[in-house]
């Protein structure tokens, strides 16, 4: 099976439908991805108090004089969703969002997409991933950054418990923005594969990394998904822009784990079709009746 790609929007369209709308449109049209990922998260829900009221810890990536404020303006509501999804139908590519809450979880599962994502920040909401279970028929797509690893053993109990197993793909992640090669530890994906590979559906990969090196690396590793951040501009106001692919960037990778994923393969003969043709022409061969030298 060909490995897929997801370009993760996120916030990147700095709260703008239009900038939303062109970043499926490149996803879809330019950098050939599967599948575009957005967020949804009940502020009210996720934050305390202290925090939706608290300054953004980052003031000149903030779209509000408060952290609520700030993400309240980045927000899409369930129309806006329902829309953005009706949108990526239209060119043909699959829509999905991470779900950061439990109100979220219920809202994005009415909107019936191939998949749904959790977060690493929230793979241990219980409550959330019930839902999940409980309301939502497709694959659910689950992070394991900054998740020990009996943490991981209790994400993949609970979905055996609720029969929800095999519709899930756990993600080897660092969480960090960007992250240092030395500190992707690609090798943690085997150790997923031997631990969970025949409890879950698969395994994937998600990177906060700069270029594409490292994701050409986990599709030979043999993960089933790729996972990064995507925007039009590196450059622009908000947190996750610099560990964001642009365009190109999408494009080449698209391009190249397709590549890659075709080639993980054994022969299916000794000698294939295309090399017959040298073989015949170039191999080497004692000539008939050749004198043997004395």
């Known amino acids: 099976m060909s490995v897929k790609v997801i370009a993760e929007?996120?916030?990147?369209?700095?709260?703008?439908m239009s900038i939303a709308k062109e970043l499926i449109k490149v996803a879809a049209d330019y950098a050939k991805a599967d599948v575009v990922k957005f967020q949804k998260r009940?502020?009210?829900?996720?934050?305390?108090?202290?925090?939706?009221n608290a300054p953004h810890p980052n003031p000149a990536n903030a779209y509000g004089e408060t952290y609520g404020a700030h993400r309240e303006y980045l927000e899409f509501d369930v129309d806006q969703h329902r829309e953005l999804k009706d949108y990526c139908e239209s060119l043909g590519?699959?829509?999905?969002?991470?779900?950061w809450d439990t109100t979220s979880a219920r809202e994005m599962a009415t909107l019936a997409p191939k998949l749904l994502k959790v977060p690493s920040a929230c793979n241990l909401h219980f409550?959330?991933?019930?839902?999940?279970?409980?309301?939502?028929?497709?694959?659910?797509h689950l992070s394991l950054g900054m998740t020990t690893q009996a943490e991981e053993e209790q994400i993949v109990d609970f979905f055996l418990k609720n029969g929800r197993a095999k519709d899930v793909v756990l993600y080897a992640c660092?969480?960090?923005?960007?992250?240092a090669f030395d500190d992707l530890c690609l090798l943690e994906i085997t150790r997923l594969t031997e631990k969970f590979g025949d409890s879950v559906k698969s395994?994937?990969?998600?990177?906060?990394?700069?270029?594409i090196a490292a994701d050409m690396a986990a599709v030979a590793l043999g993960v089933s998904w790729i996972e990064r951040h995507f925007t039009l501009?590196?450059?622009?106001k908000g947190t996750d822009h610099a560990a964001s692919l642009e365009p190109d960037g999408l494009r080449r990778l698209s391009r190249d784990a397709r590549a890659v994923s075709a080639a993980l393969r054994y022969k299916s003969t000794e000698?294939?079709?295309v090399e017959q043709v040298q073989r015949d022409k170039l191999k080497w061969r004692p000539k008939p009746n050749a004198v043997k030298a004395a």
């Open 9 to 16: 929007v996120g916030c990147n369209h700095k709260g703008e």
């Open 42 to 52: 009940n502020n009210r829900e996720l934050l305390t108090e202290q925090q939706y």
């Open 93 to 99: 590519i699959e829509y999905s969002t991470s779900v």
């Open 127 to 140: 409550e959330m991933l019930g839902v999940l279970a409980s309301d939502f028929d497709g694959e659910i």
């Open 174 to 179: 660092t969480s960090g923005y960007p992250v």
């Open 203 to 211: 395994i994937a990969f998600s990177g906060h990394h700069l270029g």
């Open 233 to 236: 501009d590196r450059t622009w």
């Open 271 to 273: 000698i294939l079709p």
